[in-house]
């Protein structure tokens, strides 16, 4: 008698490119002819009835992974579909993916069930399928329910509930950032600003400006969140608008600019000195208000990016402008007197800077 061995095993293949037809939107039929297409069947040899039932086959598959992926750690726990881990990060990490122009008309929505309808029009604006559409915001929804509330830190919370990459978590964090907030994204004004900008602005406003900043005294809230304590402080920065301390600022900054600018930049500058001042201070006293925090996008467009840009200052221009109005004023009297407002002033001036460059498209 022969002793036989006998393995069976369920490992779960997945068809990379069939995952991401079905990821952006195509039906299985939609599928079959995108294959018969690119002359996929005439190099295997086989026919469309083959193909598209083995397309059907997998779509089986994904859709039943899908339940799975809508709470990434029971795809991990669960004995059903066997796949090594690396297998099922790339799943996961590609079902969160998203295209950015998508992502970029829905924010500034409410993440609601009734602007779930919007994605029709999405769909024929960005030209990518209603299916892929809905489920990016499906997606968006179900992180930003799970993460809105919770303590701590919104990049890990969102790692340790959805398992995602960091740079796809601190892309998420970004978006429930500016949900939370009710940030204007959407006026025509801020057209001209894509997804990466506003995620750009998000994630510093939630390094520097937010309950999980280094700064910040009070770390028992939640990442989501402005530092109140912070926003409160910004309104002492109003002294820097009087007189006396905006003509002295304003010397400082010229003088110091003398080495590295033109003399006609350092005379836009000089002859815009008080207005860009003026805006920079008001943007920083509204922000304890609720609407201005809502319209911090819109000022810096409409009050400090736009009037440079029309006045022809380049990018390395209003580089070196804000580096020396933020780095001069220190040196001077009104601070001596507040000296805490000099981690109040850095606080605020670094993440600002770094957003007004980020959104200065000349």
Known sequence: ????????????????ELYGLWLNGYSAQDAALFLQKSGVLQKADVSMEIVYSDIQDQYRLFFGLEKLLQSPPKLIDQQIYQMDTDMQRQVIERYYQFDSVVVREILGRKLSSRNRKDMDDVSEKTRIPIRSCRRQFDNLKRVFKTVEEMMGSLVENIKTHYLLSEDLARQYAAIVFIANNRFETGKKKLSHLSFEDFVFCANQMITNWSYSSVECTVHADMDVDLDRGFLHDLRELKMISEKEVLDEHKGQVISHLKPSLTKKSRQVLEESFKNNSKAIINIACGLNHSKDVRDIFVDLVEKVTEPCMSAGLSGSDM???????????VRMDVFRLQPHMLAVWDRYMKTLKLCVLQIYHT
């Open 319 to 329: 580089e070196a402008f804000l580096n020396a109005y933020k780095d001069t004023i």
């Open 1 to 16: 008698m022969t002793a036989v061995d006998v393995f069976v095993g369920n490992y779960t293949l997945i068809d990379s």
